[in-house]
């Protein structure tokens, strides 16, 4: 595990709201206003916590750079560099659920002589925008690093000449003489001849996540949303998407549009996320 995730653990593992009993917390979004009544882990906007994020972003990569100069064996790296990628999902999973409330059910908060109902609406709000930004910096830090893998796989990938692959072909047909039998199925229908602007942006999210590759062509409806939720560690029985399913039961095509518009709009979150934190 890469020492700075520790600074990130530390962050989501126990949130920790501090109440002003002198000041009115504000109903704002937490966005850039200072809210002198209400903090998260110390911070009293967001923009705090981003300047923090994009300092362990910074050190995250230069960890995850010193790593792969300082060992010789490339699959060594890759592994580990995985095992990584399997923590961030961890951290995801175990601390930030889609579900705010479960979420809540972790802060740390001492309300006094204050009424909870009063400063309620305007927490939750904040915690929302508070957890959209680590998840955007996790987003950040697993992105860089699957990136830092297929440069590594590239890298050890044999490369082959003209004769060498010939070499290569006809060794494959002493070893397998039997020819293949192609077996023809009739494929379920595609989705590659929608030209959408949601879809384009969810297929794309997909092959940058190396979850398809663009080239094969053989992505259909269901297997998109179960990709789809697999990259945002979302059951399929999430009750979000069976709403949707309930509601299109007579019609799969508008069920399909309506979740692409769902996960679309998670990607442009991350997006702008990532945006921001690169800057």
Avoid at 57 to 72: A, G, P, R, S, W
Avoid at 138 to 144: G, N, P, S, V
Avoid at 257 to 272: P, Q, V
Wanted: proline share 3%.
């Amino acid at each position: 595990m890469l020492a700075a995730f520790e600074s990130i653990i530390e962050e989501v593992s126990s949130l920790k709201v501090e109440i002003n009993n002198t000041s009115q917390p504000q109903i704002n979004n937490f966005e850039n206003q200072f809210d002198p009544g209400i903090k998260i882990n110390s911070y009293a906007t967001i923009g705090e916590f981003r300047a923090k994020s994009i300092l362990l972003f910074d050190v995250i990569k230069m960890e995850v750079l010193n790593f792969i100069q300082e060992n010789n064996k490339t699959s060594h790296v890759i592994d580990e560099l995985t095992e990584n990628i399997n923590y961030i999902h961890e951290i995801r999973r175990l601390y930030l659920p889609e579900n705010l409330d479960l979420i809540l059910l972790n802060v740390k908060c001492e309300v006094l002589g204050k009424d909870w109902t009063e400063i309620e609406v305007g927490l939750r709000k904040k915690l929302n925008y508070f957890i959209l930004s680590v998840r955007e910096l996790i987003y950040c830090i697993e992105e860089f690093i699957r990136r830092k893998i297929k440069s590594l796989k590239k890298a050890i990938k044999p490369q082959f000449n003209g004769d060498q692959l010939h070499l290569f072909e006809n060794a494959k047909k002493d070893y397998d003489p039997e020819p293949r039998i192609e077996i023809k199925e009739q494929k379920p229908k595609l989705i590659w001849n929608r030209s959408d602007t949601d879809l384009i942006v969810l297929i794309t999210a997909l092959h940058e996540s190396e979850s398809i590759s663009i080239s094969n062509g053989n992505l259909t409806q269901s297997m998109a949303i179960k990709l789809w939720a697999n990259m945002f560690n979302i059951s399929i029985k999430d009750e979000n998407i069976k709403l949707h399913k309930a509601r299109n039961k007579t019609n799969p095509g508008a069920y399909f549009d309506e979740l692409s518009t769902y996960f679309n709009n998670k990607i442009k979150t991350l997006d702008a996320g990532r945006k921001r934190v690169k800057k």
